[in-house]
């Protein structure tokens, strides 16, 4: 009984103040839950806000371009047509040049899924080059040091919306490098082919394995593609999953999660990074912890 009352303690005190100083922040789309997602306003508000890392997503366009995108294709809810006018369907990144891609407007429209999300008209898909240059330029302090979490978008079933897993890999190498990013950037997926290939082509750049359902025996599957960071399912984590992974070296990062009751459950169980779509909220939350404040 006295062994069980440790244990239920233990589970349910707060946080250490230790604890959460290792907690990295990582904006979700740059800052989802406030700007429209993928878009500079977004990266801003995620600089500003002082993240650790920039999460983003990465599509190709016809001309070998990297550009940021959730979606492999230009979908109507997220943005207009060259001409302002709504699209009447989704049209594939990989079908347009980047000079076509940049006709659309993907910053007009706000996400009903955030209240708070601020539209940005006009603004259109940025390119991972962009992308980096808006941190080198930046007057935050976040962009002295943040960090970038960029995923690959490729689909086995549907191989005409990306390049081949190699193809797309030199392609992200080839821009980190030009940017001198290596030791800041993490390539992620769930397609563990683009992975492969990037530790293949540039063994320094570290990688991350997405999952959305429970990883059999994940650990042997991570090792065996060289994984640094796990990046599960927020539903799937547990504090004995991550104590295994850190056994094996490799560094946890859940995604995504909103509130301060799941922050402080991913906290107590162990993991070393959060995906947010409230970069801000979750940055002021953490300092407040710090500091030994109540938080809500």
């Known amino acids: 009984m006295i062994k069980l009352l440790i244990l239920i303690s233990v589970l349910c005190a707060p946080a250490r103040a230790q604890e959460v100083k290792t907690i990295a922040v990582h904006g979700h789309r740059g800052s989802r839950g406030t700007a429209p997602e993928n878009t500079i306003p977004a990266f801003k508000a995620a600089l500003m806000a002082g993240a650790d890392v920039l999460e983003m997503d990465m599509g190709v366009t016809r001309d070998n371009v990297l550009v940021i995108s959730h979606e492999p294709r230009v979908t109507p809810e997220r943005c207009l047509g060259p001409d302002g006018a709504k699209l009447e369907k989704a049209v594939p ?51 002295a040091k943040v960090e970038f979490n960029i995923e690959t978008k490729i689909f086995p079933a549907e191989p005409e919306l990306s390049p081949a897993p190699a193809g797309f890999a030199r392609l992200v190498v080839d821009a980190v490098k030009k940017a001198g990013m290596e030791a800041r950037v993490m390539v992620q997926s769930f397609d563990v082919r683009t992975l492969k290939e990037i530790k293949k082509l540039a063994p320094a750049i570290r990688t991350s394995q997405l999952t959305y359902e429970e990883l059999l025996d994940f650990v042997p599957a991570l090792k065996a593609a060289r994984t640094d960071i796990w990046s599960p399912n927020s539903k799937w984590i547990t504090p004995e999953a991550i104590k295994e992974a850190h056994a094996a070296g490799i560094k946890v990062a859940p995604w995504t999660i909103n509130t301060p009751k799941e922050w402080d459950m991913a906290i107590a169980a162990g993991v070393d990074a959060i995906i947010t779509d409230y970069p801000a909220d979750l940055v002021n939350y953490l300092a407040a912890k710090r500091d030994g404040k109540k938080t809500p």
């Open 93 to 143: 990144i990989r079908s347009l040049t980047l000079a076509e891609l940049k006709k659309y407007d993907c910053g007009s429209l706000v996400n009903p899924k955030f209240p708070r999300q601020i539209a940005a008209p006009g603004e259109r898909m940025p390119t991972l080059d962009e992308v980096f240059a808006l941190v080198k330029a930046s007057p935050y302090p976040a962009a």
